[in-house]
């Protein structure tokens, strides 16, 4: 399929220019069909979808997500989002007073508050060890973030991708050196299945979460949490229901307590084949290396105009399809508003502690015309408004 059919795939609003894929992507039209296939199945016969079909219809779609991420099918279950599945990990670790986890402070906000959370309520102590930016280096970075390792430390939490700063970090080195002290792995990979290879065999992490209703392109609140067998049983639902102690279980006690959960629609889960199947027959690789490309190439104009330097080198190793920049502005909010509403242009400003960063991501969708909309729109602001200031 040529670049111009795909950009036609999508439903999104042809008067937005669209530069935010990474809060919550967007659907094709033909997984967009499978999805609303699914729905009209349970809504014609829900007893028969819910009760008797569901789990076989759960353990293909499964199946062929654990293909794409290269791990066995029975260690994943599907949630809603990655801050869900962290959830079950944070509510079951039964952490002591004075315990440790490790993080860094480029975690996304809503991770940080599920692990503040439970550590207060424990009496433990989230570390949100202090990462230098720009990022110059791998081991720059892992000598950097295991500064921040003591004895108390109990569990790593990383993201594969950051979202306010959308930094690739060298997670599998981390997940490699964490093996050898002891230590329990636990990775946010909320922006990475169908941004960046994914193999959770090579990565060895020990839980993993990621989204499909990002970059996979699936319906949203598509998303699933990986967990070693070893370390399985350790977790309980977040939902106590008919897995529990169930009177007709499966192999598996992990699957039990997590994949049935009452009455819900989960036929956003079923699209992931199909999902896997659109981004195989649209040679996905090549799309994304396109966009990489594109986010790239317009990265340094976009710090010059802004008065900010690049956060990592523009590599591989540090940078996908998103692009953030650190901007200078106290209203992070109004400008965001003032870029939708005047500009028409859907674009994230997001804080970081004390810094603020604007984010874009490139889609197959996106072109440099959509770029230049932004450029066009951020210089008139600089210019006319007080909103934006320049180093």
């Given at each position: 399929?040529?670049?111009?059919?795909?950009?036609?795939?999508?439903?999104?609003?042809?008067?937005?220019?669209?530069?935010?894929?990474?809060?919550?992507?967007?659907?094709p039209r033909t997984i967009f069909a499978?999805?609303?296939?699914?729905?009209?199945?349970?809504?014609r016969e829900p007893v028969q979808f819910i009760s008797v079909k569901g789990l076989d219809y759960l353990k293909k779609s499964r199946e062929a997500l654990a293909c794409y991420i290269n791990c066995n099918a029975d260690d994943l279950v599907y949630t809603t989002n990655p801050s869900y599945a962290i959830n079950i990990i944070t509510r079951s670790m039964k952490l002591k007073a004075g315990d440790e986890i490790l993080a860094t402070n480029l975690e996304y906000g809503a991770l940080d508050?599920?692990?503040n959370y439970c550590c207060k309520k424990a009496g433990a102590k989230y570390v949100r060890q202090p990462i230098g930016l720009p990022l110059v280096s791998k081991e720059k970075f892992i000598e950097q973030f295991f500064r921040g390792l003591t004895d108390k430390t109990k569990a790593i939490f990383i993201s594969q991708i950051t979202s306010t700063t959308a930094l690739i970090l060298p997670v599998k080195e981390i997940c490699e050196i964490a093996k050898k002290k002891g230590l329990m792995t636990i990775v946010?990979?909320?922006?990475?299945p169908g941004h960046i290879a994914l193999n959770l065999a090579d990565l060895k992490a020990d839980i993993y979460t990621g989204a499909c209703h990002k970059w996979m392109c699936t319906p949203k609140g598509c998303s699933f949490l990986y967990v070693k067998k070893e370390f399985q049983s350790l977790f309980d639902p977040l939902v106590i229901s008919w897995g529990y102690e169930s009177m007709s279980p499966s192999a598996s006690r992990f699957l039990d307590y997590h994949q049935m959960q009452g009455t819900r629609d989960f036929s956003a889960f079923l699209t992931v084949p199909k999902a896997i199947a659109f981004?195989?027959?649209?040679?996905?690789?090549?799309?994304a290396s396109v966009c990489r490309d594109l986010a790239r190439k317009n990265l340094l104009r976009f710090c010059a105009l802004l008065g900010s330097k690049p956060l990592c080198p523009l590599t591989d190793e540090f940078l996908g399809q998103m692009c953030s920049i650190p901007i200078l502005t106290t209203q992070p909010e109004a400008l965001q508003r003032l870029l939708f509403e005047k500009y028409k242009i859907e674009i994230p400003l997001m804080r970081q502690d004390e810094h603020v960063f604007?984010?874009?991501?490139?889609?197959?969708f996106n072109t440099q015309e959509d770029l230049d909309k932004?450029?066009?729109?951020?210089?008139?602001l600089i210019a006319q408004t007080n909103l934006i200031k320049v180093n």
């Open positions: 399929m040529e670049t111009k059919s795909l950009k036609s795939q999508f439903l999104l609003d042809p008067k937005i220019t669209y530069l935010n894929f990474g809060s919550f992507g967007a659907c499978d999805y609303q296939t699914w729905q009209l199945e349970l809504e508050r599920t692990w946010d990979g909320a922006h990475v981004l195989n027959e649209n040679n996905w690789t090549q799309v604007i984010r874009y991501s490139i889609q197959v932004l450029f066009n729109a951020l210089a008139e």
